[in-house]
């Protein structure tokens, strides 16, 4: 069983920035392709970036040039670094594995984005 601890959330202004941590209770950093999910209450978890096994870097349409996702395999971390935020970016956020089979989600961390 691997639990997934997401950190680093908050409540920004517009045009202000967030770095997410991703803890996984396991090392398994640099052993699966890594992603981040955002999910708004009644709307469908969507994929914002991902780094598959390689160290490649892939963000979703909404985000790209404003999000960056990184690993630390040393760590065990993942990180998702979030600038230029916009009131639409205003999610739950969550990590797990590129492809399944997933962990269990974590608790994820609330990212709001208002004046």
């Known amino acids: 069983q691997v639990q997934l601890a997401e950190s680093g959330g908050g409540l920004v202004q517009p045009g202000g920035s967030l770095r997410l941590s991703c803890a996984p209770s396991?090392?398994?950093?640099?052993?699966?392709?890594m992603a981040w999910y955002r999910q708004v209450p009644g709307k469908q978890r969507e994929m914002v970036a991902s780094i598959p096994i390689d160290g490649s870097t892939n963000i979703a349409d909404p985000v790209k040039g404003r999000f960056a996702i990184s690993r630390d395999i040393y760590r065990n971390r993942v990180y998702l670094q979030m600038d230029s935020l916009e009131p639409e970016d205003t999610a739950v956020y969550y990590c797990?594995?590129?492809?399944?089979?997933?962990?269990?989600w974590g608790q994820g961390t609330q990212v709001t984005v208002s004046s």
């Open positions: 797990n594995k590129l492809n399944n089979p997933l962990f269990d």
């Open positions: 396991a090392r398994i950093v640099g052993n699966y392709g």
